[in-house]
Nanobody, 124 residues
Framework: QVQLVESGGGSVQPGSSLRLSCAAT????????IGWFRQVPGKARSGGLA??????????YYGDSVKGRFIVSRDSTKNTVNLQMHSLKPEDTAVYYC???????????????WGQGTQVTVSS
């Protein structure tokens, strides 16, 4: 079973860009749909921010809150999926998680495998 580790989080100013990575330490991310979610402590996990289907199926999907600002992509040579975030806003502050499933869902309950999360803070 694939195991995932996120990286790339940090503290940035509003309007900045940041790239998160989701690496597979076991298995290959190309075999899975990889979704990105976020959670603010004390609040419910968000719906899907972005998802890329497995390499076999293709396709990408975005949640309305990030459409046009976030881009999800694969780097098969590094066995990772990246989330490029642009025009960051204070309300994007959260712990960001990647998760694996057989196909893309915007509901995180359909993802059986999760990474540990990486913190993103957007503040002036």
């Amino acid at each position: 079973q694939v195991q995932l580790v996120e990286s790339g989080g940090g503290s940035v100013q509003p309007g900045s860009s940041l790239r998160l990575s989701c690496a597979a330490t076991e298995g290959r991310v190309d075999d899975y749909a990889i979704g990105w979610f976020r959670q603010v402590p004390g609040k419910a996990r968000s719906g899907g921010l972005a998802c890329v289907e497995s390499s076999t199926n293709g396709g990408t999907y975005y949640g309305d809150s990030v459409k046009g600002r976030f881009i999800v992509s694969r780097d098969s040579t590094k066995n990772t999926v990246n989330l490029q975030m642009h025009s960051l806003k204070p309300e994007d502050t959260a712990v960001y998680y990647c998760a694996a499933s057989r196909t893309c869902w915007m509901d995180g309950d359909h993802y059986p495998v999760w990474g540990q999360g990486t913190q993103v803070t957007v503040s002036s």
